[in-house]
């Protein structure tokens, strides 16, 4: 988790900048992230199910070589129609990591209610962004040199992390005690729970500040960049941090999603270096925060026999809302400029609020058992 993390940082700091470098648009970039999550949607199920039903090891180890695989696509940049399919190979490799690293970790965290949960989440993400802050600077130092190395230091993290994958011994869950009729009930059954669709709005609720974050900063220096994206990691160490250090329990996901709406709509109006700073790190420390409470309510309700595919099915949905809506959010950003661009995640954080309001959310997350609440409907 920590090299691909790593990995993942290389290039996350100024990808959007080398493609503007490469003479392309602002809907062309938005149409890359919509192919990116188009593919992880289609791939996220299947590789979910070979970790959850058959190997946590060959889902990881595949997912690790087909994301080398896109990386050195980027690195040869052969035009337009390669770059696409380099995205959708990065997002093939995404789905086979993304549910399944962190079912990995889940499945052998203490603690079974939503807070508990929260903060196995929390430790995931300080973990992250620890390594992302070292990644992201060797990035930006390659970048500056030649901004196609940036892919090939990703893909070099990769295979460290495809070789460390190699001692690492499989875990099976006992699944004997789970037919195949019940593994699907359970299956079909997340997609009918609120917290599936609050975790669905909010990481969806971050694809404008994160398709434009670079362009407004670069609008003043590639420093400013730098600092951008150091604010990006800081406030993924800290998140953590302030959740454990104040406890703060899921049901107030409301009052930081209402926060977060109000620094994200600040930060696609602000124009000074400093308030575009200042916003961003917010934005960024309250997104952590309702995404790992959220992630909290979510899992807290899920068995581990079949906790990557309930995590890939919530990937799966958010990719299908991110497909729609970055093509939008790069296409209005382009004829009205970045604020209006934004507006588009602060109508999703206005709907997690909404939401996570209703009185059956609030009773539900100091309830040990949460099964049988969680399966109602939105």
């Not at 696509?73 to 549910?99: D, H, K, M, R, Y």
């Not at 390659?142 to 460290?160: E, N």
């Not at 670069?218 to 953590?240: E, N, Q, W, Y």
């Not at 995640?345 to 909404?354: F, Q, T």
């Amino acid at each position: 988790m920590i090299l691909s993390a790593a990995g993942v940082a290389c290039f996350t700091v100024v990808d959007n900048l080398y493609f503007v470098g490469q003479g392309y648009s602002l809907t062309f970039i938005g149409a890359l992230l919509a192919t990116f999550n188009l593919a992880v949607a289609v791939a996220e199920l299947p590789f979910a199910m070979l970790f959850d039903r058959w190997s946590n090891k060959a889902a990881l180890q595949i997912g690790n070589l087909i994301r080398t695989a896109a990386f050195i696509l980027f690195f040869l940049n052969f035009g337009p129609g390669w770059i696409l399919t380099a995205e959708a190979l990065a997002g093939v490799g995404a789905a086979a990591l993304s549910g399944t690293a962190n079912a990995l970790i889940i499945n052998h965290s203490e603690g079974t209610t939503a807070d508990g949960r929260a903060r196995s989440f929390g430790k995931i993400t300080y973990l992250s962004s620890a390594a992302a802050v070292v990644g992201g600077l060797i990035g930006v130092g390659v970048y500056l040199i030649d901004p196609r190395l940036i892919w090939l230091t990703a893909a070099g993290f990769y295979v460290l992390a495809g070789a460390a994958m190699l001692q690492y011994k499989e875990h099976r869950e006992p699944h004997a005690r789970t037919s195949w009729k019940q593994y699907r009930v359970d299956v079909f059954g997340v997609l009918r729970r609120r917290g599936t669709w609050l975790l669905v709005l909010t990481n969806a609720g971050s694809v404008a500040p994160f398709l434009l974050w670079q362009i407004k900063f670069d609008t003043f220096s590639i420093v400013f960049v730098v600092v951008g994206f150091l604010l990006m990691k800081f406030a993924g160490l800290i998140g953590p941090l302030i959740l454990k250090r104040f406890k703060v329990p899921v049901r107030l996901v409301f009052a930081v999603a209402i926060a977060n709406l109000a620094v994200v709509g600040a930060f696609g109006a602000a124009t000074a270096p400093a308030l575009i700073a200042v916003t961003f790190f917010f934005h960024v420390l309250l997104h952590i925060a309702q995404t790992v409470l959220i992630s909290g309510y979510f899992h807290a309700s899920v068995d581990n026999t079949y906790r990557a595919t309930a995590g890939s099915i919530v990937s799966m949905a958010d990719s299908a809302v991110i497909v729609v809506l970055a093509p939008l959010a790069g296409a209005v950003s382009q004829a009205f400029g970045l604020g209006w661009g934004v507006s588009i995640s602060c109508i999703l954080y206005a709907l997690v609020a909404i939401i996570s309001t209703r009185p059956g959310f609030r009773r539900s997350t100091d309830e040990p058992n949460q099964e049988k609440e969680l399966q109602r409907t939105v």
